[in-house]
C-alpha cells in the first residue's frame, strides 16, 4: 500500500467530530436534555460519582479499563471501572465509619497516586464535599483554605504532613481526621492522631449504597486567589457533571475509544473536572502519570499509551517546542486526535507548532475555576483560528462588556473592541457561591452577567481573543496566583513594612512572580537580605507561589488613600508609560 492510502485508511478511522454543525447544535441544546441522556429523572438523585462508576457498570463498562496509573518509578497500575468503583466505595465505608457526615469538607494535599483518585470519589459517593489542594503550596496557602474550607479531614502523605500541616494542625480544631497515604500504621491518639490509609481502607467493604445527593448538593470546593484578601472557596455542585459531560463531548470530542491524558494536577481545577471527572463520565479510559513533566516521558506516554485525546497547558507545549521537532520526531505520536490546551494564552506558533510536530493543531480553551467547566473553546470540526481562544460552548452566552462609572453594564457590540469578558449565569458547572463570603459573590454578577476579570475582544466572526487580565492576578506556570497571599507572607518578616507583587512577562512560564519591598528602619537592602526573603517566602508559600526576584524601592507607588499601585510598578518595571491617571483611579474602586 501506498502512502497515500494509509494516510487516507487512517484518517478513514478517525471518528467523526461530535460537534459538526455548531450553529444548528446550539440553537437545539439544552442541559435537561444532557441530565436525562445521564439518566436524571426530575426530582430523583444527582451524584457526579455514581454517574462516573456506577452508571458505567450498569451499561457494561465494570470491566473496562477506567485509570492507568503510571507511577514514578516506572511501574504500572490498572483499574477498571468496576475495580476503581470498589476502590471508592472503600474510601466512601471509611469516612462514614469516621462520622465524617453529608455536605462535611474532605481535603485532599496528595500526590497523584490512585489513592488520590479513589478518594476523591468516594467522597462524592459519601456525599461529603471534595476539596482539592495543590501538594507544592506551602503551609501557608494549605493552612489558610483548610481554615475557609472549614476541613474536617484530609487525606496526605507522611512528609507532606510532617512539614506542611502538623506544625499548625492544634490551630484546626475542627479537622477531626488526618489520613496518610503511606504510612504503614496509625500513630498516636488525641488531637495530634494520624490513620494509615491502606490497612483503614483494607478493612472496609468494597460496596457501598451511594447517597441520594441532589443536583444541587455542594459536591466540590476549590480554592482561587483574589488580587486582595483571602482565598476564596468556589462551591461546585452535583449538576456541574452535566456540564462537564456536555463538554468532554463537545470541547474534548471524547469517544467511547479515546485513550484521554490531562495533565493538569487535581490540585487544580482543570485536573479534577477533566482530569477525574469528564473521562469517567464518557467511560473512556485515562491515564494518571505521577511524574511531573520530562519532555522524553511524554513523549513516551503518549506514543506507548496510544493516547487519542490530550489536555496540557501552554506552559508545557512551550518547553517542548523548546526542545525542539527532532525529539518528537524520535516517537509515533499517530494515535494523537485531538490535543487541547487551557489555562494561560496559547501563543499562535504553539498552535502551528502542534499541527506541524503531532499532525493536528492544538485546540486551545478557555475557563476558570468560577466556571467549572469549559466555557469558549476551538472545537475538531471547526478550523483552528491561532491565538484565538474559540467559539462559546453550546449552552453558553459570552459576551464582551464594559463597565461604567456607576457600576453599570453595557454590552460592546462592535468587534474587535476589547473590554470585560462576560458570561450569562445559569451553566450547571457555575460556581453557587465564595464559601462564607457572600458580599464577594455578589459582586461577581452586574447587569445580569458574570463578570470574569478577564479582558478580551470577540472578531467579527464571534470567536474571543485573550487580551489580558483586569485585575493584577499572575499566572505562573499555569498557577493563578494573588499578589496579596504573596504579600501577606513577605510582611510577616521582621524586616519588611510594605511589599507588592506583580507579573513580569517570561517567554515559558508565562509570567514569573516579582515583589518589590520596602525595609522598616535599621535594615538594609542587599543581596544576603534578599536571599533571606526569598527563602522566607518559599518557605512559606511553596516554590509555586514564591517570588522568583526580589527588589528592593525606599517606598512603593501609592493612590491617594493609599493603596498600592502594582500597574504603576509593573509598566515601570517593563518600561511602559504607566497609562493615565483615570486607569489608576479606576484602579482605586475596584
Ligand atoms: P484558574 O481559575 O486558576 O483556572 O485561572 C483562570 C484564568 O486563567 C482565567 O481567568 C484566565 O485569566 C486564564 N486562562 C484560562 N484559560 C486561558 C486561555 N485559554 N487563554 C488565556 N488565559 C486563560
Excluded at 485513550?259 to 491515564?287: E, K, N
Excluded at 496579596?484 to 513580569?504: C, N, Y
Aim: aromatic share 8%; glycine share 10%; charged share 25%.
Amino acid at each position: 500500500m501506498d502512502f497515500a492510502t494509509i494516510e487516507k485508511n487512517a484518517s478513514a478511522l478517525r471518528p467523526r467530530p461530535n460537534l459538526t454543525n455548531y450553529r444548528a447544535t446550539r440553537r437545539v441544546f439544552s442541559y435537561e436534555a444532557v441530565r436525562r441522556e445521564l439518566g436524571w429523572q426530575p426530582g430523583g438523585d444527582f451524584n457526579i460519582a455514581f454517574l462516573a462508576l456506577e452508571r458505567q457498570i450498569d451499561r457494561g463498562l465494570g470491566d473496562k479499563l477506567a485509570l492507568r496509573w503510571l507511577g514514578r518509578d516506572g511501574s504500572q497500575r490498572d483499574f477498571t471501572y468496576a475495580a476503581l468503583d470498589a476502590e471508592a466505595n472503600r474510601f466512601a465505608n471509611l469516612l462514614r465509619g469516621l462520622g465524617v457526615g453529608r455536605g462535611e469538607r474532605v481535603f485532599a494535599l496528595a500526590h497523584r497516586t490512585p489513592a488520590l483518585y479513589a478518594a476523591a470519589l468516594g467522597t462524592l459517593k459519601a456525599g461529603a464535599v471534595f476539596c482539592p489542594l495543590f501538594s507544592q503550596f506551602g503551609p501557608e496557602p494549605i493552612r489558610a483554605r483548610m481554615e475557609i474550607g472549614d476541613a474536617a479531614l484530609l487525606l496526605t502523605s507522611e512528609t507532606l504532613y510532617r512539614r506542611k500541616v502538623e506544625p499548625w494542625r492544634r490551630e484546626l480544631p475542627g479537622l477531626r481526621h488526618v489520613l496518610l497515604t503511606d504510612a504503614e500504621a496509625d500513630a498516636s491518639t488525641g488531637a495530634g492522631a494520624t490513620i494509615a490509609l491502606a490497612p483503614a481502607l483494607a478493612a472496609q467493604p468494597d460496596a457501598f449504597a451511594c447517597a441520594d445527593t441532589g443536583p444541587e448538593d455542594m459536591a466540590l470546593l476549590h480554592f482561587t486567589s483574589g488580587t486582595t484578601g483571602k482565598p476564596k472557596g468556589v462551591i461546585h455542585v452535583h449538576d456541574a457533571a452535566t456540564h462537564h459531560y456536555a463538554t468532554g463531548r463537545f470541547a474534548l470530542d471524547l469517544h467511547a475509544d479515546d485513550v484521554f491524558w490531562c495533565t493538569a494536577d487535581p490540585g487544580w481545577v482543570t485536573g479534577t473536572s477533566y482530569g477525574i471527572l469528564a473521562p469517567l463520565l464518557h467511560g473512556v479510559t485515562m491515564i494518571v502519570d505521577e511524574a511531573e513533566f520530562e519532555a522524553e516521558r511524554w513523549y513516551g506516554i503518549l506514543q506507548d499509551q496510544k493516547v487519542t485525546v490530550w489536555y496540557t497547558a501552554p506552559t508545557a507545549i512551550r518547553m517542548l517546542m523548546r526542545l525542539g521537532a527532532e525529539v518528537a520526531a524520535g516517537y509515533d505520536l499517530s494515535a494523537l486526535r485531538f490535543p487541547a490546551s487551557v489555562g494561560e494564552p496559547l501563543n499562535p506558533e504553539a498552535v502551528v507548532w502542534g499541527k506541524e510536530v503531532l499532525g493536528t493543531p492544538f485546540h486551545d480553551n478557555w475557563w476558570q475555576t468560577e466556571t467549572g467547566g469549559i466555557m469558549i473553546a476551538n472545537f475538531a470540526a471547526l478550523p483552528v483560528r491561532p491565538g484565538s481562544m474559540g467559539l462559546p460552548l453550546p449552552g453558553i452566552e459570552a459576551g464582551i462588556v464594559e463597565r461604567g462609572e456607576d457600576g453599570s453594564v453595557t454590552e460592546i457590540a462592535e468587534p474587535d473592541r476589547p473590554g470585560e469578558l462576560a458570561l450569562r449565569p445559569g451553566w450547571p458547572s457555575m460556581m453557587r457561591g465564595y464559601l462564607h463570603e457572600e458580599a464577594r459573590y455578589e459582586k461577581a454578577f452586574a447587569g445580569g452577567w458574570y463578570l470574569t476579570g478577564d479582558l478580551a475582544r470577540r472578531d467579527a466572526d464571534g470567536y474571543y481573543w485573550f487580551v489580558g487580565r483586569a485585575d493584577d492576578m499572575i499566572k505562573t506556570s499555569g498557577h493563578l496566583i494573588g499578589p496579596f497571599e504573596v504579600e501577606s507572607a513577605l510582611m510577616e518578616h521582621p524586616a519588611v513594612s510594605e511589599a507588592a507583587v506583580i507579573g513580569l512577562p517570561d517567554p515559558v512560564a508565562g509570567e514569573v512572580v516579582k515583589a518589590f519591598v520596602a525595609l522598616k528602619p535599621g535594615f538594609a537592602a542587599g543581596d544576603a537580605l534578599a536571599k533571606e526573603l526569598l527563602g522566607h517566602a518559599r518557605k512559606r508559600l511553596g516554590a509555586a507561589v514564591a517570588p522568583r526576584e526580589i527588589a528592593f524601592r525606599s517606598d512603593l507607588p501609592k493612590t491617594r488613600s493609599g493603596k498600592i499601585l502594582r500597574r504603576l510598578l509593573k509598566a515601570r518595571e517593563l518600561g511602559l508609560e504607566a497609562g493615565d491617571t483615570s486607569t489608576l483611579e479606576s484602579d482605586e474602586k475596584r
